[in-house]
C-alpha cells in the first residue's frame, strides 16, 4: 500500500484528525506501511487546539518524587506556568505508587510517567497517564517500558514520548532509547535507538523541538558529562553529537522537558562536589555549544522541570538540602531565575516534570 505525504485519515483509537508526514527523501514512489512505527513516515495529529482553550493557561505537573523524612511520594502536583502562585494537588499515582526518579512525557492532553524507583527500591517499567485539562488520580497505560530502569532522559513530539539511558534493574547503566505512542494505551514501549555517547544516567536536562528531542549532560560515576546528543523524534535511529554544555553536570531537571520549541534550558545541575546556579540555554534546529543565559535563585538540581512557549519552570530540588521553592526563567531572553512560588505541601526532589506547552508540541 502506497500512503503519500499529505494524506488524512481519522484515528478511531485516539478520535483525532491525523496527516501522513513522510520522510525528507520520499520520491514518490516508495510504499510506506503508514503504521507510525517505520522511519518511511509516521501519522501525526493536527493540532486544533492550545493550552489555553484546554485549561486557561499551560500546566506544568510533578509526579512523584522524594522526601527525607518521608521517603517515596506519590503525589501529582500542577501549576499555570503562565502566572505565579504555589501548586495545587492533581492526585496521586496508582500504579507505581510511592515513585522517584521516574521519567515523563506529554502531549496537549495526556502525560505519561514511566520507570522510576517505587518504595520499597524497586526498579519499574510501569507507565501510567493522566489527563492534564482534569484532576484526579494515575491511569494505568497498560504498556511497559522496554526494560525497568530509572534516571532516565526524556523528550517527545505531538505524538510520540521517548525515553533515553538510565540505571537498570541489574545494577548497570544503558544506553537504550526506546519510545511510545502517547496516546495509545495498551500498548509496550518499543526500541527507537541508543544514545551514541554510551551508557549513562540522570541528564542535566531534555529538551525538544517539534522535530529533534536533545538530552544534555549526564552522569557514570563518576564521571560527568558535558556532551549533548540528538534524535528526530520522529524516525528511528541513534543519537548524534549536538555539542557541548557550558560545565560538565548531571540531574538538573530529571525526567522532564525543559525548552519552547526553538530554546532549550538547563537548570542547574551537580557534578562532584557540589550543585551548581548555572543556567545554559541551546537553540534546538541548530548544532552548537550551550551559552550562558544567567543564575538559578541559588544551587539547585534534582528537580522538576515544566515550560510553556515563553517560560521555564523547575520545582523543587535538592542542594543537596530539599526544597519547596519553584523558579522560572523567560526562555526567549537571558537572566537569573525569578520566584515562582513554593509546593503546597512538602519539601521535595527526583519528581517527574511535564507540560501541555512544551517545544515538541
Known sequence: MTIKPGALRFNTDSMKLEIFRGSANYSGSASMTGIGTQAAGQWEEIQATSPEVQTGGTRGFMMGGYNPSNTYLDDIKYINVSTTGNSQQFGELTVSDRNHVNAAVSDRTRAISAGGSKFP??????????????????????????????????????????????????NTLTDLIDYVNIQSKGTNAQDFGNCSHGVKQYHAASMCSPTRTVFAG?????????????????????????GDMVEPRAFGTTGSI???????????????????????????????????????????????????????????????????????VQIMTTGDALDFGDLDTQITAWGAGASNGHGGL
Request: proline share 3%.
Open 121 to 170: 527500591s524497586v526498579h519499574t517499567a510501569d507507565m501510567e497517564f493522566i489527563t492534564m485539562a482534569s484532576e484526579g488520580d494515575a491511569v494505568d497505560f497498560n504498556g511497559d517500558l522496554v526494560s525497568a530502569r530509572y534516571g532516565m532522559g526524556s523528550g517527545a513530539n505531538s505524538t510520540r514520548g521517548l525515553f533515553g539511558a538510565g540505571h537498570l534493574a541489574s
Open 218 to 242: 549526564g552522569r557514570v560515576h563518576p564521571a560527568y558529562y558535558n556532551v549533548m546528543e540528538y534524535v528526530t523524534t520522529s524516525t528511528l535511529g541513534n543519537t548524534t553529537d549536538f
Open 258 to 328: 525543559t525548552s519552547n520549541a526553538t530554546r532549550g534550558i538547563i537548570l542547574g545541575g551537580y557534578a562532584v562536589p557540589a550543585f551548581y546556579n548555572y543556567i545554559d540555554y541551546i537553540t534546538i534546529p541548530t548544532l552548537g555549544n550551550a551559552i550562558d543565559f544567567g543564575d538559578l535563585l541559588s544551587v539547585r538540581g534534582a528537580a522538576a522541570g515544566a515550560t510553556s512557549s515563553t517560560r521555564a519552570v523547575m520545582m523543587g530540588g535538592s542542594a543537596p538540602s530539599y526544597t519547596t521553592v519553584i523558579q522560572y
